[in-house]
Nanobody, 117 residues
């Protein structure tokens, strides 16, 4: 059974930092990513990394502030978020896909990040 379990969300002030973790189990993946969904908005892509090579991609809105990384030994992906802004407030979801060219098939339950002004 595939499981993606996020942790690390919380309340932080503008300019602060948080690190999200996503522990994966049940199978191997080609790529993992973070998405987020703010109230009243569609879910949007934040960052991704390939599992083997560690190639990364970021949404323009988080470039230079967020860093995605992985620990292959722990089957865990991280999202280090710095210089947080109120507009980063959202539920953050971890996602994974078995094939690089396919859709994100597996999703975590989400973790709330709230940035106060």
């Amino acid at each position: 059974q595939v499981q993606l379990v996020e942790s690390g969300g919380g309340l932080v002030q503008t300019g602060g930092s948080l690190r999200l973790s996503c522990a994966a189990s049940g199978r191997t993946f080609s790529s993992m990513a973070w998405f987020r969904q703010a109230p009243g908005k569609d879910r949007e892509f934040v960052a991704s990394t390939t599992w083997s090579w560690g190639a990364t991609d970021y949404a323009d809105s988080v470039k230079g502030r967020f860093t995605i990384s992985r620990d292959n030994a722990k089957n865990t992906v991280y999202l280090q978020m710095s210089s947080l802004k109120p507009e980063d407030t959202a539920v953050y979801y971890c996602a994974a896909k078995p094939v690089v060219t396919g859709p994100y098939k597996y999703w975590g339950q989400g973790t709330q990040v709230t940035v106060s002004s």
